[in-house]
Nanobody, 124 residues
Framework: QLQAYGGGLVQAGGSLRLSCAASGRTLSRYPVGWFRQAPGKEREFVAAISWSGTYTYYTDSVKGRFTISRDNAKNTVYLQMNSLKPEDTAIYYC???????????????????WGRGTLVTVSS
């Protein structure tokens, strides 16, 4: 099972670090993505990281503010979020591709396993 955690309430300009942990499954051989869903909106891609951690990709709206990373020894993927804006308010989900050593994906359909989300609220 996947679980995203670390969300909370933060003022605009603040920071949060989200974590994605897996139980009963190793993440180290699989690409992982972060997605978010704001109230009344569709779920959207935020960031992704290759299985090795060598490659990352971000949606334009978070480039320069968010950083995705992974610690395979801890079986955890992180999303460091800085300079948060009210429009970043959403439930954040992590997801894993099912194919080992596959390329990272940026589409919801690229991912097969989804964790329970964590709510991030940014106040103005």
């Amino acid at each position: 099972q996947l679980q995203a955690y670390g969300g909370g309430l933060v003022q605009a300009g603040g920071s949060l670090r989200l974590s994605c942990a897996a139980s009963g499954r190793t993440l180290s051989r699989y690409p992982v993505g972060w997605f978010r869903q704001a109230p009344g909106k569709e779920r959207e891609f935020v960031a992704a990281i290759s299985w090795s951690g060598t490659y990352t990709y971000y949606t334009d709206s978070v480039k320069g503010r968010f950083t995705i990373s992974r610690d395979n020894a801890k079986n955890t993927v992180y999303l460091q979020m800085n300079s948060l804006k009210p429009e970043d308010t959403a439930i954040y989900y992590c997801a894993v591709r099912s194919q080992r050593y596959s390329e990272l994906g940026i589409s919801l359909n690229d991912y097969d396993y989804w964790g329970r989300g964590t709510l991030v609220t940014v106040s103005s």
